[in-house]
């Protein structure tokens, strides 16, 4: 496509249910990234996938986040039982290879809200 | 460890008026160094990098930036505001193979 996607744009959520985020990457770009932006805390590191595989998980806050990339394309990031900690806005990015002198592509992001 | 700081969390300057946002990096090697500028409801946009070379950068919509090794700085400059300029501001790194560190952001406020 001609920039990365991002579904739903808003999520409204009760605490305690399952949410999943999409992202459409931009075509052919094998490096895909998660980051939660949350008001003033800046940009925090979830996840970064290569391809399919996800080198670094490092960044994901519990083990009720957990993410996936499947044809190397498109990404799901789901939150279980979510709690209201987790409402922020989630954006996913993407570059051409990975390298850490590329520029990113930001979808819009994903404003999530936990009740 | 790696980390970028934009100590001003709020800037306002009025409209035609020349703008500086400061941003100062810790890394151990020669840094890749980034602004992104986020619109309300986006997501960030590049305005410009630093890779090597010449020290001053020239960007997207009249932005500039200058590489300053001695002060670990790369400060963003604009010689005059405009009013579609209101946004966030983001510095980062980018801190090895695939990773950047983000500031954390320096919102623009232009007086009309």
């Known amino acids: 496509g001609a920039g990365v996607s991002q579904s739903p744009s808003n999520k409204v959520t009760e605490k305690g249910k399952d949410v999943e985020l999409r992202c459409d990457p931009i075509?052919?770009?094998?490096?895909l990234y998660w980051y939660r932006q949350s008001l003033g805390q800046g940009l925090e590191f979830l996840i970064y996938?290569?391809?399919?595989?996800?080198?670094?998980k490092s960044g994901l806050p519990s083990d009720r986040f957990s993410a996936e990339r499947t044809g190397g394309s498109v990404s799901t990031l789901t939150i279980q039982r979510t709690q209201q900690e987790d409402s922020a806005v989630y954006l996913c990015a993407s570059s051409l290879l990975g390298g850490g002198n590329e520029k990113l592509f930001f979808g819009s992001g994903t404003q999530l809200s936990v009740l | 460890a790696q980390s970028v700081t934009q100590p001003d969390i709020h800037i306002t300057v009025s409209e035609g008026a020349s703008l500086e946002l400061r941003c100062n990096y810790s890394y151990g090697a020669t840094p890749y160094l980034f602004w992104y500028v986020q619109s309300p409801g986006q997501g960030l946009q590049l305005l410009l990098k630093y890779f090597s070379g010449d020290t001053l950068v020239q960007g997207i919509k009249g932005f500039e930036a200058e590489f300053k090794r001695s002060q670990s700085s790369f400060n963003l400059r604009k010689p005059s505001v405009h009013w579609s300029d209101a946004a966030e501001y983001f510095c980062a790194v980018g801190a090895g193979t695939y990773k950047y560190i983000f500031g954390t952001g320096t919102r623009l406020k232009v007086l009309a």
């Open positions: 996938f290569q391809g399919n595989s996800a080198p670094d």
């Open positions: 075509s052919g770009h094998t490096a």
